[in-house]
């Protein structure tokens, strides 16, 4: 017997990525879900080919999904998810049902457990604490507080979700994984699961935009400006960010409305009026009314414009510059060049970098491990005090002549007269420090070890995003704390508005092995939500 034969729902990816998410279609999929309350959920996932109906054209969507059938939906959504342990014998499942070897697999991989008796009670319609819990277990969602405090915050039933299940139901609700139609605050945790809810759970954890009404998604209503489920997946810029939709990008504003409607295949932010877009193959640039100012002709993605030019990556290697017009102003060559900021670009030419001007002249001559950005007249570059020394940070003017001699382990671009740095203390913290050197902020900023983010950025309008281990928070200009550190991932701040992440996990992950210096390891963002916070700016000093 097919391995789904009986509920028609189950064929999903695994994880749906940005391009790939989801808006209304214009015409329902079902004869039977134009009144329920999931349907624009369903149907996407019948647009994108992840659910089908009955031969009579319904989906029937009151009808209760199995735990079978619910194993089966594990297997297909994270079927990349290893083994950890060996599947009993249940004595209620022989070698001849349909799911045996769905089951097996689904339990190898922590997504079910068995009851004590030695049953898996297959054919049992799964209950929604059960279907919740496995789902937030396998997106890694974690909830940040107790699991009683945020289980009776939200929940007005909280008392009947079992003792097993409640540091899972509160990773996802603080995930905004957790679907309650028609009263948000009734869990329901022991009703059986219908087959229109679990379409709901799964266009919340693949993360579908504006599919589920946002009236029965439970968890925090006040933390994000704008929500997850409208979709953006980039920073603000120029007052609109890019979002996806029904397999499309557009443009939405700070209101969350849109502004450019989803018809690109990929869109990028906007920088000084303009953004870069793909149509099948090519690239060209939008303005903010979504016309074509530089027509599809780029078959490499053009960099943001930034100092009137933006560049150009060829696909063997090189790197050149257009104007606004699509002109070719710094022809093409075998080296990397980056954005220019304050009319010079990094370029780095065998393995040193140094600067050049709008003309592609070389200003600051190539002589440094790493450099960033020009910004508020001076750069951060890494380069050696002698040739036995270790690698350090320190900045210089346009000029190529240190302003503050290399002493950090690290630096950020100055911004709004001030810069992170790390190496003012012994541990290797992170701090600011003013143009002159002096510590504007003491050195307190920190992550794991094997995180690869930033730990605090630059400022923007007086606010910068820093960390203090596993979260992150703002800051303003005395160090004070503008928002607590409660998030999992934080962006920097743009246009009074920042990208957060909530629910997500960081978890360990290793990057590769070698006989010599034995196995690396990364510090990899998990799970959870990602929307926006509306920042209250400090008046300018």
């Known amino acids: 017997m097919p391995a789904f034969k009986p509920l028609h729902i189950l064929v999903l990816s695994a994880i749906a990525t940005i391009a790939g998410t ?8 079902f004869s039977d879900t134009q009144s329920h309350w999931a349907t624009t959920c369903i149907d996407q996932l019948a647009t994108q080919k992840r659910v089908s ?8 969507p009151q009808a209760t999904v199995t735990r079978t059938e619910f194993a089966v939906l594990m297997l297909n959504s994270f079927g990349n998810v290893e083994p950890t342990r060996r599947a009993p014998v249940f004595r209620d499942v022989p070698s001849s049902f349909w799911g045996y070897q769905a089951i097996r697999n689904a339990y190898a991989r922590e997504f079910f457990s068995g009851y004590p008796d030695g049953t898996f009670r297959p054919t049992e319609a799964i209950p929604r604490v059960q279907a919740i819990a496995i789902l937030a277990n396998a997106t890694r969602m974690s909830s940040g507080e107790p699991p009683e405090t945020v289980l009776q915050r939200y929940f ?7 003792a097993y299940a409640r540091k899972a139901i509160a990773a996802g609700t603080v995930g905004r994984l957790v679907v309650n139609y028609p009263n948000v605050r009734q869990l329901r945790p022991n009703q059986a699961m219908t087959r229109g809810e679990v379409a709901a759970l799964m266009c919340q954890s693949i993360g579908l935009p504006r599919t589920v009404p946002l009236g029965y998604i439970a968890g925090d209503r006040t933390v994000f400006t704008l929500p997850p489920e409208l979709g953006g997946y980039d920073r603000f810029s120029e007052g609109l960010v890019a979002f996806a939709s029904n397999g499309k990008a557009g443009y939405m504003n700070a209101q969350g409305a849109i502004v450019i409607a989803p018809q690109f295949d990929e869109a990028w932010r906007f920088s000084e009026g303009l953004a870069a877009v793909r149509k099948g193959t090519q690239w060209g640039f939008i303005d903010r009314t ?7 002709q780029f078959t490499t993605r053009p ?28 022809q093409p060559q075998p080296n990397y060049i980056t954005s220019f900021s304050e009319g010079l670009a990094a370029i780095s030419v065998n393995g040193q970098s140094g600067f050049i001007d709008k003309t592609g002249k070389i200003l600051i001559q190539p002589q440094f491990e790493q450099v960033r950005a020009f910004s508020d007249g001076l750069a951060a570059v890494k380069t050696r005090p002698s040739p036995t020394a270790s690698a350090l940070w320190g900045y210089i003017d346009r000029t190529g002549a240190f302003v503050l001699a290399p002493k950090f382990y690290d630096a950020e671009p100055f911004s709004e007269g001030l810069a992170a740095v790390r190496g003012l203390d012994s541990e290797g913290r992170w701090g600011y ?16 070890p094997e995180y690869q983010g930033q730990v605090a950025t630059p ?7 820093v960390r203090r281990g596993e979260q992150a928070g703002f800051i303003d200009r005395t160090g004070k704390s503008a928002i607590a550190t409660q998030f999992v991932e934080a962006d920097r701040i743009s246009n009074g508005m920042v990208r957060v992440n909530v629910g997500g996990t960081w978890t360990r992950v290793q990057t590769g092995c070698t006989n010599s210096d034995g196995c690396s390891y990364s510090s990899q963002l998990q799970g959870g939500k990602w929307g926006y916070i509306q920042v209250a700016l400090p008046e300018s000093r």
């Open 22 to 29: 989801l808006a209304p279609s214009s015409a329902l999929a």
């Open 53 to 60: 109906g009955y031969p009579d054209g319904t989906f029937r």
């Open 156 to 162: 007005d039933d909280a008392q009947q979700i079992p």
């Open 290 to 296: 979504g016309a074509f100012v530089i027509p599809l």
């Open 303 to 330: 960099d943001d414009f930034s100092d009137g030019l933006a560049a150009l990556r060829t696909e063997n290697g090189l790197t050149g510059f257009i104007d606004k017009t699509g002109a070719v102003v710094i």
């Open 433 to 448: 420090i003013n143009r002159t050197g002096g510590v504007a902020i003491q050195p307190q900023f920190f992550a794991q």
């Open 459 to 465: 400022f923007s309008g007086g606010i910068a995003m």
